[in-house]
Every structure is written in structure tokens, then in C-alpha cells.
């Protein structure tokens, strides 16, 4: 077996649904698993000319590859089948192709409501806290026992050790959100309620040994979404957000902005043990020419693109001496 692993570095969108439909391209994956989160995630997704936002399924099924929602998911059931057939009528073919662990967790319509009352940690109001609450006080409602996912439910465990040639299984993982919305690594409480690291991956099933690369995704600067405040103080941010367009995809709220934090970036590459790194919308800062980010306490400017991406690849080989980092500056290609 054979996993590759894709982690956001930062607060999510990160352009983690790209990069994970431009493996899909180039390896012959047998699955696509989506390993945390629910539709709290949005995976903006350009394919044939067709924008599509995903929120559950895995970017898997735009390539016809078989795309799991793991164990570690919890899941909305009417968003599930809403995303189906958005999928559908935009031309991509999901029958047989989608399934969902059986003990995948159902965030039911109390979850929603729960959560649409948050004030404090400015969650995106898709009951993805009130769901894996329950789950963990060992009194939530798994995928097994909803009828209608009949069709789709299959066991992880006989699908990944009893269903094909163990050597023969190439698994593509595709997390949701970003480290520095984890749970445990993230700024709580302002986090999402999940593992949003490799780690996470390994416990949708597979063996630690499996993983051949971690590719750790980043913007070359940073958004977050939620009610800490985080907008930086230079005014340009604000023309960065613009020119980024961004906004959130599930709820549409503006991204607060702010410069690249080198030490997260450091810590979420150490953590995640990445060997491969997408630094994502460099051709948003290319366009209001302005080149700065934070280390340690201070705030460094550059005079150009080609000197920021120097330091931040020569900090990032002090890391991992064989990291190899793409900077990326269109949306649907790396
Ligand atoms: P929740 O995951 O909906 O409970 O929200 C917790 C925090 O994570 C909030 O700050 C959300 O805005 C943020 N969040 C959750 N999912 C995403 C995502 O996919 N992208 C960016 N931020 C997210
Ligand atoms: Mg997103």
C-alpha cells in the first residue's frame, strides 16, 4: 500500500482541492480519502471549465477514481445527496464511485442548530462541533444507521485489507481546513473540531509506513475566517484580499488577511513531516507587487518575488534538506 497525503500548512483554503486534483492526474490513485471535517470544508475545484465546490466528496471522482469519506468525517446527509447531483448535471459521473465509511458520523439537524447560535468562535454554521461533540460522548448517530446511504456505505477495513492486492492499493488523502485550525495545534479556541494533520490521515486506517510524500499547502500569505481578530495592519492587505477574492466558500464571509508567519509555516512543516510544498497565489501579491512576511517578532519586506521565494525555500531546506516547495501562481495549475 502507498499513501500520499495532502495537509493545509495555515487556516485552510489554501488550494488544497487543486493540488489534490493535480495528483489525481498524474498518479493512478485507487482511492481518494477525505480523512477530517464535514461541510465546514469548501473545495473550490475548476474542472473542464466548470467551477465546482465541493464539501464532503473528495476531488477523487472528477478523475473516476473510487472517493471514500473516512472515519474521521462527519457528515451532512441531505448536503451529501445535494452535492451528488451538482456533480452530476455539471457531467461528472459519481455512481458506484462515492462511498462513505460505515461509521462515518451524521450531523443531524439539532447539530445545525446548535451551532448556528455560536457567537464566540465564528464557525462556519454546518454543526461540524456539535457532531464530533457527540461523537466523542459516545452518543452520536453513525452512517451505518441511515437507510438512505445504503448504497454508499462500505467498511474501511475490508475495503482497504479484504477488497484488492494489499500492494496494489495507491491512496490519495485529502484533509480539510489546516493546521492552524487544529484542534490540538491550532489557536484554541479558535479551531475547527478535528485533526487536521498527517496524523489524522493514519487514523482513517493506514499504516504509518505507507505514506510516501506529504504535500504541506500554503498561501504566500495568510487568510483566516472566524471571529479572532486577525487582519494585519497594512492597509495593502485589504487590495491582496481583493485581487485573491477572498472570500469563504461555504459561507461567502470576507477572509481576514495578513503577511505569511514563517514560524507557523516552520512548525506546520515539522509537524506534518512535508517533503513537498505548494505555496499557492503568488501571482495575487505579484500583482500589487509587495513582498513581506513575518518571522519571529519581526516583519520582513523584500524587494521582489524572486528574494521572498529564496528565503522562504532556504528556511524551509533547514528543514527538510530534501523538501522540494512549488510556488504556484495559477489557479487551476500548479
Ligand atoms: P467550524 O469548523 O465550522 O466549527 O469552525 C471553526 C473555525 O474553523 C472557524 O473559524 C471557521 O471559519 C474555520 N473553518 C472551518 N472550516 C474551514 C474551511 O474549510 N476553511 C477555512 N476556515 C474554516
Ligand atoms: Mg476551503
Redesign the pocket.
Known amino acids: 500500500m502507498l499513501a500520499d497525503v495532502i495537509v ?1 500548512l495555515q ?3 489554501c488550494g488544497k482541492g487543486k493540488v489534490a486534483s493535480h495528483l489525481c492526474g498524474i498518479n493512478d490513485y485507487t482511492h481518494v480519502i477525505r480523512y477530517n ?2 461541510c ?4 473550490t475545484i475548476y474542472h473542464n471549465g466548470h467551477k465546482l465546490v465541493t464539501h464532503h466528496i473528495p476531488c477523487g471522482v472528477l478523475h473516476g477514481v473510487k472517493s471514500i469519506i473516512g472515519p474521521g468525517c462527519v457528515l451532512n446527509v441531505d448536503q451529501f445527496f445535494k452535492e451528488i447531483e451538482e456533480l452530476e448535471s455539471a457531467g461528472v459521473k459519481t455512481k458506484d464511485l462515492i462511498k462513505i465509511a460505515s461509521n462515518v458520523h451524521i450531523i443531524t439537524d439539532f447539530h445545525m442548530i446548535q ?1 448556528s447560535k ?1 457567537t464566540k ?9 456539535p457532531a464530533y461533540r457527540d461523537k466523542y460522548d459516545r452518543k452520536g448517530m453513525i452512517a451505518l444507521e441511515m437507510p438512505m446511504l445504503a448504497e454508499y456505505i462500505i467498511d474501511m477495513y475490508d475495503e482497504l485489507y479484504n477488497n484488492q492486492e494489499f500492494d496494489e492499493i495507491k491512496i490519495l488523502f485529502e484533509g ?3 493546521f492552524g ?1 487544529d484542534i490540538d495545534w ?1 489557536d484554541y479556541p ?5 485533526h487536521c494533520t498527517v496524523g489524522s490521515a493514519v487514523l482513517n486506517g493506514v499504516p504509518p509506513q505507507c505514506i510516501r510524500d506529504v504535500w504541506g499547502i500554503a498561501k504566500i500569505y495568510e ?6 481578530n486577525f487582519q494585519g495592519v497594512d492597509a495593502i492587505l485589504h487590495e491582496i484580499a481583493d485581487v485573491g477574492q477572498e472570500f ?4 461567502g ?1 470576507p ?1 481576514q488577511t495578513n503577511w505569511l508567519d514563517m514560524d507557523l509555516l516552520s512548525k506546520a512543516t515539522r509537524i506534518n513531516g512535508v517533503n513537498k510544498m505548494v505555496i499557492n497565489k503568488v501571482d495575487v501579491l505579484e500583482e500589487v507587487d509587495f513582498w513581506k512576511l513575518y518571522e519571529g517578532p519581526h516583519a520582513l519586506e523584500f524587494s521582489s518575488k524572486k528574494d521572498m521565494q529564496n528565503h522562504i525555500l532556504d528556511t524551509m531546506k533547514n528543514i527538510c534538506p530534501t523538501i522540494e516547495v512549488f510556488f504556484s501562481g495559477n489557479k487551476d495549475k500548479i
Open positions: 493545509d487556516y485552510g483554503d471535517g464535514g465546514n470544508a469548501g473545495h451551532d455560536d468562535i465564528g464557525t462556519t454554521k454546518r454543526g461540524n462541533g480539510a481546513q489546516g485550525l491550532g479558535y479551531v475547527t473540531s478535528s487568510t483566516y475566517v472566524g471571529s479572532k469563504g466558500a461555504t459561507t464571509r477572509r
